[in-house]
């Protein structure tokens, strides 16, 4: 008896283990170290902001913007601070949310995130019939 209990107590916590909330948090290098975007969480929202880009800004010194941007009226902002992944939640046993592509000015739902293992992010969208993966690596260590 004392066995069967023990063997139910370990199968229950490795299945709570397996379906735990991957931790995404911290600093992540995007696009081949061109841009880092940070993963951070309070009060149980997350956010993922883009917080350094390789060139900041043009030639003659005015900062980079949202140029692509679909709404004519976000095109002036500053590329730096702006949300990368919007709605990023952990839901189902996964991270999703919807990603944005300043290159080209595109939103693309139903972005899936995970950890494939040390210290990489995984990100993978599917759109027009096609999925691509990126890897961010972890900035931060």
Do not use: C, H
């Amino acid at each position: 008896m004392k066995k069967i209990l023990i063997t139910a107590i370990i199968s229950y916590f490795t299945i709570l283990n397996a379906n735990a909330q991957e931790d995404i948090t911290g600093t992540w290098w995007v696009n081949d170290k061109k841009a880092k975007v940070e993963i951070s969480e309070e009060n149980g929202n997350y956010t993922a902001k883009l917080i350094w880009l390789k060139r900041s800004t043009k030639p003659n010194g005015d900062p980079i913007t949202d140029r692509n941007n679909p709404n004519k009226s976000l095109r002036d902002r500053e590329l730096i601070g702006i949300e990368m992944i919007e709605d990023l939640e952990w839901k189902n046993g996964e991270w999703t949310g919807t990603i944005y592509s300043p290159e080209k000015g595109r939103y693309i739902e139903g972005t899936k995130i995970d950890l494939p293992g040390g210290d990489k992010l995984r990100i993978t969208v599917s759109f027009w019939g096609q999925t691509r993966q990126k890897i961010w690596e972890r900035a931060d260590t």
